[in-house]
């Protein structure tokens, strides 16, 4: 798992389902501070706590850690050209991520 990963589909997660991290936070019962430091990868859940956010957000904990690029969730009546756009958003962005990561190696 890239070490980033996490937040950024965190965030990308949150997000698609048109929830801020104020209305996320609450339904976890955390402070709006925990989930930005979730997704700032400032912190990571406790397993309770991600179970949690995996059925908030509808979405499976291997693809919030980096462990399947599967999204097993709906994408709240977006069209096709916006989830695909979506999931080239997410993919760019862990593109990214690799190359950083090999340079700083």
């Not at 798992?1 to 589909?9: A, H, K, P, V, Y």
């Not at 997660?13 to 930005?36: D, G």
């Not at 690029?69 to 593109?95: A, C, H, P």
């Amino acid at each position: 798992m890239l070490t980033d990963t996490f937040g950024e589909r965190l965030k990308a997660t949150r997000k698609i389902k048109n929830m801020t991290q104020l209305e996320l936070s609450k339904r976890l019962e955390l402070s709006k501070a925990t989930v930005s430091a979730y997704e700032q990868v400032a912190s990571y859940p406790s397993i309770e706590t991600l179970v949690k956010i995996c059925n908030i957000l509808d979405v499976s904990a291997d693809f919030l850690l980096g462990l399947s690029d599967n999204l097993t969730f709906e994408m709240g009546g977006l069209t096709n050209e916006q989830r695909n756009s979506v999931l080239q958003f997410i993919s760019t962005i862990e593109k990214a991520n690799r190359i950083i990561d090999n340079n700083e190696q």
